[in-house]
């Protein structure tokens, strides 16, 4: 494993407690404890844009640091891109015959490769999790096209490199698309295996929006007990839904194990992008070891474990103390609110770029 240093999030002398699973709060921790660095920051973007790489294992939560990255900076700076976006998209596209002559044309004026057109738009067709991965060349295409959508911004690419023969494209990205001047820079992600598993394994999705939320460590406000079955649930927290039953994903209950074969294949990414010299890194770890959390973190940037009571006639009482997970050596450790992961992205994006 990777010697993922632990960042100090915790700030003598500053002793104030957010609720980080509000908004409106978790922008005010942003604030207090990095605001020198958010406004070094939002002055660099009035007139330049970087370009980050998020490198990390399937479920590492790179969605939900873009969206919380995205929320103290604003959307009209700056835009997280998920190759895996842009490719689900491409499959409505091709069910729409104007939508696919539009593809294919833009396909003959930027794609460049070994396969034709109408062979690597079959394969998006035919993909699937045990079929080769769509090209590099391809994906590349696809790439520079949704950033001609969102302009000149900031960029978080999500997706590229995918494959350890992708690397080397990633350290020429920006002069491929004409970003010369841009600094770029990998963010990896650590994440122990533990709490991939555990996320999958607990999760519950609206049947309705889609939400999707977690019995042990994201919970919704409010959660039942289910008598019959002998089992709590939870409640989907959006209005339109009208409080509907939040259910399991077949296959959840194997948690990590049907992918196993993705996170290794992170896993080698993530190490082959570590060992690069040249460009520079933002290292961020989920977890810090249950003995050295006290100096490091305040205790509300801690992931909390709900604990759920059954008290009688349905009614369930909640409690929660922080969540105490192994890490991939087996040491004692705590998870991280993704605030706090943030806010080390934060922190270190403004020393990258020499801020």
Not at 191 to 215: A, F, G, Y
Not at 220 to 244: I, V
Request: glycine share 8%.
């Amino acid at each position: 494993m990777q010697d993922f240093p632990i960042f100090k999030t915790k700030i003598e002398g500053k002793n104030k407690q957010f609720n980080l699973d509000d908004p409106k709060e978790a922008q005010e921790y942003f604030q207090y404890k990095a605001g020198e660095e958010i406004s070094k920051i939002k002055k660099f973007m009035e007139k330049n844009t970087f370009i980050g790489y998020l490198l990390g294992k399937k479920g590492a939560g790179k969605g939900t640091y873009s969206k919380l990255f995205a929320a103290v900076f604003g959307n009209d700076k700056f835009s997280h891109i998920s190759v895996g976006d842009i490719v689900r998209a491409v499959d409505s596209e091709l069910t729409d015959s104007q939508k696919k002559e539009e593809l294919s044309s833009f396909l003959k004026s930027h794609y460049r490769g070994y396969d034709s057109i109408e062979k690597i738009l079959e394969s998006q067709q035919d993909r699937g999790t045990t079929k080769p991965l769509l090209s590099t060349e391809y994906i590349l295409a696809l790439l520079k096209r949704e950033i001609a959508k969102v302009g000149k911004k900031s960029l978080f690419i999500d997706g590229l490199p995918r494959n350890l023969d992708q690397v080397s494209y990633s350290l020429f990205f920006r002069e491929l698309i004409g970003y010369r001047d841009d600094p770029d820079f990998f963010v990896l992600f650590q994440v122990p295996e533990s709490i991939l598993d555990q996320r999958i394994k607990t999760r519950v999705v609206c049947p309705k929006c889609h939400d999707s939320k977690n019995l042990v460590v994201n919970m919704t406000k409010e959660a039942e007990f289910d008598e019959k079955e002998s089992q709590f649930y939870l409640l989907c927290d959006n209005p339109a839904c009208g409080r509907t039953r939040m259910v399991k994903k077949e296959g959840d209950e194997l948690g990590i194990e049907p992918i196993r074969w993705r996170l290794d294949k992170d896993g080698e990414l993530i190490g082959k992008a570590f060992s690069l010299y040249g460009v520079p890194k933002v290292l961020l770890r989920n977890s810090v070891p249950a003995t050295e959390a006290k100096g490091m973190v305040d205790e509300y940037e801690l992931t909390p474990r709900f604990i759920l009571e059954h008290t009688g006639k349905g009614k369930v009482k909640v409690s929660r103390e922080p969540w105490v997970i192994k890490d991939d050596e087996g040491v004692d450790s705590y998870s991280l609110m993704p605030p706090a992961v943030t806010l080390s992205m934060i922190k270190q994006i403004a020393e990258v770029l020499g801020l």
